[in-house]
């Protein structure tokens, strides 16, 4: 390294050291930019992806009140997938070229829309579970060290917490419904319970780009410390509707006061991850065919704004 | 794959009085269809008063690297604020 680079790294991390946020057209090393590339992108391609396990239901939504609830959180994603998008941009990639990193299987999405929304209870259980594990990640993200990725993750933070709460509402009014209901939510949280603490990514003994995010305060707490967070805020809840968290090794520990838990099946996530979910197919196919499908509307419109453009001129 | 939109950057008004702050930025064909964006993306939950957007390749910015000479001249004048001059004692309103 010159020792001109050497200098402005040492600087850099000072900044970083001190609080200081960095911002689009600072100085900072090429490792940092690849790297929030990387996650900001993949944050992205999450939210955009994450739109269709919950969109699979917006027409069977059982009543207008439940319909209207989901069709606001789609949107949401879709909002939340711009804000980082925008943000991404800001470290020079452009928006086609994310784009076509998921697209072509290029760039990684979160491992939980890789599995299927079977039964209403579903919509409950990834709007208590799925968004409250991500709230928990987001919260932290929104005091990153880069100004735009801190500010989106703000942003989403302030409009997740209503995706939660309905689906915490949903769980809680099946709960306490009929037997059926009952058995509908508890085999949804059955399903997803694992995959939600997959979420926080692998545990911090496999997990080799921890350090390095940790020191530019990119990640401000390790994968392990919030997955047990997220456990810790879990339990009380599914205890609270009756509903029992899939593991039979879950137990307080009235020393560390964490609720331990048992063995994740790290296999699975690896699979997952591999692109052998059961609706990675799935999923990727409906970004091509959204993609495709709205080609002809963004051209329209590039069309029109060249036409009165030339108007203008003319 | 498309040749991208341009870039807007969008500002908001989210109170009367208030002035407008930069939220983020969209993709959009032209000035109109970036207003209906922004609003799709920033601003969801009612609470915006106005919305203003503009091509990022058209705005003109200072870069870091002017932190020092570009901004030098109101860095040096502690006479602009008020605790550069002294007053007597028990004085009040000044």
């Avoid at chain 1, 058995?183 to 390095?212: C, H, I, K, Y």
């Avoid at chain 1, 530019?216 to 205890?239: E, G, I, Y």
Wanted: proline share 5%.
């Amino acid at each position: 390294m010159a020792v001109d680079e050497k200098a402005k790294l040492a600087a850099f991390e000072e900044r970083i050291a001190n609080g200081e946020k960095i911002e689009p057209k600072d100085w900072m090393p090429e490792r940092y930019r690849k790297q929030l590339i990387r996650m900001i992108s993949q944050h992205a391609h999450s939210e955009l992806v994450g739109m269709l396990p919950e969109g699979n239901w917006i027409t069977r939504a059982p009543s207008l009140r439940r319909k209207l609830t989901l069709l606001a959180k789609v949107q949401d994603e879709a909002g939340h997938g711009l804000y980082l998008y925008c943000a991404a941009e800001t470290l020079g990639i452009d928006r086609d070229e994310m784009t076509e990193q998921l697209l072509s299987g290029k760039a990684k999405y979160s491992s939980i829309f890789n599995y299927p929304t079977l039964t209403w209870a579903d919509i409950g259980t990834i709007g208590w579970l799925v968004d409250g594990a991500a709230i928990v990640n987001q919260t932290m993200l929104a005091k990153c060290s880069y100004g735009p990725y801190a500010r989106a993750n703000l942003r989403i933070c302030k409009e997740e917490n209503f995706h939660k709460r309905q689906g915490y509402e949903i769980i809680s009014i099946m709960a306490n419904g009929t037997d059926a209901q009952r058995r509908m939510v508890q085999d949804a949280v059955d399903r997803w319970w694992w995959p939600s603490l997959m979420m926080f990514g692998p545990p911090d003994t496999n997990s080799p780009n921890t350090e390095e995010l940790m020191r530019w305060k990119v990640k401000l707490k390790s994968n392990d410390d919030l997955r047990q967070r997220f456990v810790n805020l879990t339990v009380p809840q599914a205890r609270a509707v009756n509903v029992t968290l899939p593991d039979p090794d879950l137990k307080y520990n009235e020393e560390t006061r964490n609720w331990e838990f048992g063995e994740i099946d790290w296999d699975e996530f690896y699979a997952v991850i591999k692109g052998h979910g059961p609706m990675n197919r799935e999923r990727l196919e409906a970004r091509r065919s959204a993609e495709e499908r709205g080609q002809w509307v963004r051209e329209a419109a590039r069309a029109y704004a060249a036409k009165k453009q030339a108007k203008e001129v003319a | 794959m498309n040749a991208t939109e341009p870039l807007w950057e969008v500002f908001l008004r989210e109170k009367q009085g208030a002035p407008h702050e930069h939220a983020g930025s969209v993709h959009a064909a032209d000035a109109e269809q970036a207003l209906q964006n922004a609003r799709d993306v920033y601003a969801r939950r009612g609470r915006v008063l106005s919305i203003w957007v503009v091509q990022t390749s058209e705005i003109a910015a200072t870069s870091p690297s002017d932190d020092g000479p570009f901004f030098e001249p109101g860095n040096e004048k502690a006479y602009r604020h008020p605790q550069f001059y002294s007053v007597p004692r028990g004085i009040k309103g000044v």
